[in-house]
């Protein structure tokens, strides 16, 4: 029984690929574009977005291209080629801007860069998309129910844009006085990061970093310098431990609060 459902599946594999290499070659659009959908709906994908994107072209001004493009860039987002997906879902929408299917191919415009963002250490051009896209998505369609989802995206796109910020600011700490005074570029990059996302998970790792690295630049001062240095070390502490009573890095701040206070006269 098994080999004969083998052989049975085989054989329609057979059949509807002979069958899409007879619509490849056909003029009649209607039947590419039935085809299309009947090929969309048994996952084949890669067949598919072949035949709608001929269909959006010559059904232009009906409302056949406007489903075209659209199952287009769902075929594209469905075979999990976001790259691709992307600027179909951008070009309907802009085409289409009332069209039937304008809410889902502005959330599944950013949804697919959210899903296609690449690790921090790597250009974050798509993470950047997810976030614009996403956002322009909630400005238009406030009730959706797609809103949670694309929330959780922001915030987690966010979070890793924060997290390669971070990364780059520790880099800076880390190479000290290296070629010149990283610690200064240490904060700003920190500071930077704390701005444009406040609610970041990772703010505290990164305010932690700002009076480390204020705590560093004090330390190696002239002396004609410490006591100012010093007192910013110190004003950093206290904003810290209001922000973060509860820290787990608490006792490394009240050590460099300690040793700070030995150089500012009260």
Not at 82 to 91: I, K
Not at 247 to 259: H, L, Q, V, Y
Request: with cysteine; proline share 4%.
């Amino acid at each position: 029984m098994r080999l004969f459902l083998t052989i049975a599946l085989l054989g329609c594999l057979m059949c509807s690929c002979g069958e899409y290499q007879h619509v490849l070659k056909s003029n009649d659009y209607d039947y590419k574009f039935d085809f299309a959908k009947r090929a969309f709906e048994a996952k084949r994908y890669v067949q598919a977005a072949t035949l709608f994107k001929d269909c959006s072209t010559v059904f232009k001004g009906t409302g056949k291209a406007e489903e075209s493009l659209y199952l287009l860039a769902l075929s594209h987002y469905e075979n999990k080629d976001y790259v691709s997906s992307g600027p179909y879902f951008r070009s309907y929408y802009t085409r289409y801007p009332k069209g039937k299917y304008v809410e889902d191919a502005r959330f599944y415009c950013g949804y697919g860069y959210y899903l296609d963002s690449p690790d921090p250490q790597l250009d974050q051009t798509p993470t950047i998309q997810g976030i614009e896209e996403l956002q322009t998505f909630l400005d238009y369609f406030p009730r959706s129910d797609k809103v949670p989802m694309a929330q959780s995206a922001i915030f987690e796109l966010q979070d890793k844009l924060t997290l390669k910020q971070l990364q780059n600011a520790q880099l800076y700490y880390n190479l000290g006085t290296y070629m010149g005074n990283n610690y200064a570029s240490a904060i700003i990059v920190a500071q930077n990061a704390v701005r444009d996302y406040p609610y970041s998970k990772y703010k505290e790792d990164l305010e932690l970093l700002i009076l480390k690295s204020r705590f560093k630049e004090a330390d190696l001062s002239i002396d004609e310098r410490k006591a100012d240095r010093f007192r910013e070390v110190i004003d950093e502490y206290y904003s810290f431990i209001n922000n973060y009573p509860d820290s787990p890095n608490r006792d490394e701040a009240e050590n460099i609060f300690a040793i700070a206070r030995k150089y500012v006269k009260d």
